[in-house]
């Protein structure tokens, strides 16, 4: 752990950012945060708005600075260097394309600020267009590109001056459906193609999961959680995390023996196994939150184990699967998810009695 | 079969009687743009027009004969002897004077005007109705008066001599008075307004992220200033510009009063031909050529100023 700080792209350690007076008068936007984003990886900070994600981004670039603690760029301090001096660039939310200039000016606008040769600059500004693939609009005016080729744009324009790491704030926002799926797979090639450190401000858990190699996830101005997509969604440490990103069922139970990360809990609902527990662990014996993802739950088959049992008391069809809500016996309601098999699948009706199965290893216990 | 072609020829004279209603509508509903158009603008312009080519009368007017002895004026003079006529540089030297006059005038008013648009725009919304409105202020009282306060300011008892040498700068009074000096003041006192608004107008539209974007991609203070917000607010900047100059050309009480008339000024001599010269038709010759002039200007302005390089393409 110790020597990935020493090469982190970023290096954030304990940084505050106050909006007024102090701590008790102003808005605490980033509560101590520390963080360590290493070079080459393309890392979000997801969280929902107001959670200090969009905060955290412009402090690195430079437009806010910390009210405490300290921010380094591959073991450079970044206290005090205004934005022009950091060698970090920004794809913005609502792009802030120069509307006086044409595709290409834009482009090498940041070449021409740090005084590259004017042969370099046409033939840097010519591979990022190839790399975004816009070569064709070079002479354009920005103003008359659909979104999602001025998003194009905006991306050439912060790849460009081949910043050591790119800060991206929510650039997919604006974007409609069909589009935005596109860039997100167009954004991780971008990634893998230029080795650039990328910095991904989102609140689309989606976007977050698919694309990211590392979550950050962040609420009231604090990291509740940092670690790959998988873990993020399957060992969820906090209940917001685990409500936040995908649906969860969470069941009250209690921890009856630990054993490392695992434990051995008894939900109340009646069924007894192993779950993952977070580094922070409730007591013996206490009750505790379980989640469990409504996909890792199924009907019991025949003859199959049954776990969890209960009355169906709700169906819902979302075109590739259903939800069905399940009335247990302790008055907990449970989320069963079944992918859309073809039509024989659906056999329950609401009213039914369900006997419910559950995966093995898909529980885990939420800290609070 | 037979009733066919006299259907149509009715329907086509009602399609007539249709058309010419609309266009008498039309022309019913445009009348009075129509109307104050010509009262305000064409019909005084062509006053002037047709005055600037008839020859004065004796007690101001004009007799109606027609001469271009205002036009010939302009640049020769007539000897009284032998009315031979010689070429004279002494009209347009009055013309030249205006011109650098208002250009200082323009100059000065967008090096104050520029960075007090920028304050006031990028203030909290709320305080920038209150600022605008201190710049309005000076407008409601009577340019006559203000250019007065203007003069008890810079004559020699006024408080910037007074103040000067109480502190011992100076120990007398440096004439500020009835310079050229004074009057640029007082034309840039007087306009400051017309630069500030058009300015704030277009910097208040400005979306300062893209200020923070060109920061972002390594762009200094100064940098920004020129690459980003100038061009940015420059249909502000040629607005203020040209609101400023037109009047300035044309400006006579201000130069009357601080220039002492001292300095003539297009305005004053114009001023001069309709009171004591008594030359009407060379006042209106005077009017227009200053009209034709600045007209020129921004057209050349307009086709070749605005077009900037890298214009959209089309494909």
Redesign the interface.
Known sequence: MSDQTATAAIDIRETSKIYGRDRESGVVALDQVSLAIRDNEFFTLLGPSGCGKTTLLRLIAGFEQPTHGEILLFGQHLEGLPPYKRPVNTVFQHYALFPHMTVAENISFGLEMLDTPATQISSTVKEVLGLVQMEHLANRKTDQLSGGQQQRVALARALAPKPKVLLLDEPLSALDFKLRKEMQVELKRLQNETGITFIFVTHDQEEALTMSDRVAVMRDGLILQVGNPRDIYDRPAKRFVADFIGDINILKGRILSKNGAQAMVKLNAGYQGTAGLPAETDSLGDEVSIAIRPEQLSFASGAGPEHLSGSIQHISYFGSGFDYEIVMPTGETIMLQLQNRGAGDHAYAVGDQARIAISENSMQILAD | MSDQPSANIQLSSSAVAEEKRLRNTRLGLLAPGILTIFCIGIMPLSIVLVYSFLEPGDFGGVSWVLSFDAYVQLLFEEDIFDETLSFTTDYLQIFLRSVSLGLFTTIACLLVGFPTAYFIATQPPARRNAWLFLITIPFWTNLLIRTYAMLLILRDQGIINLALIEIGLIDRAIPLLYTDFAVCLGLVYAYLPFMVLPIFASLEKL?F??V?????????RF?VLK??II??AKPGIAAGCILVLIPSLGAFITPALLGGGKSLMIGNLIELQFGQARNWPFGSAIALVLMVLVMLSLMTYLRYGTT?K?A??HG
């Open positions: 979306d992220r893209l923070e974007a060109s920061y972002d991609l390594y762009a200094t940098k690459r980003i061009p940015l900037r890298g959209p393409g």
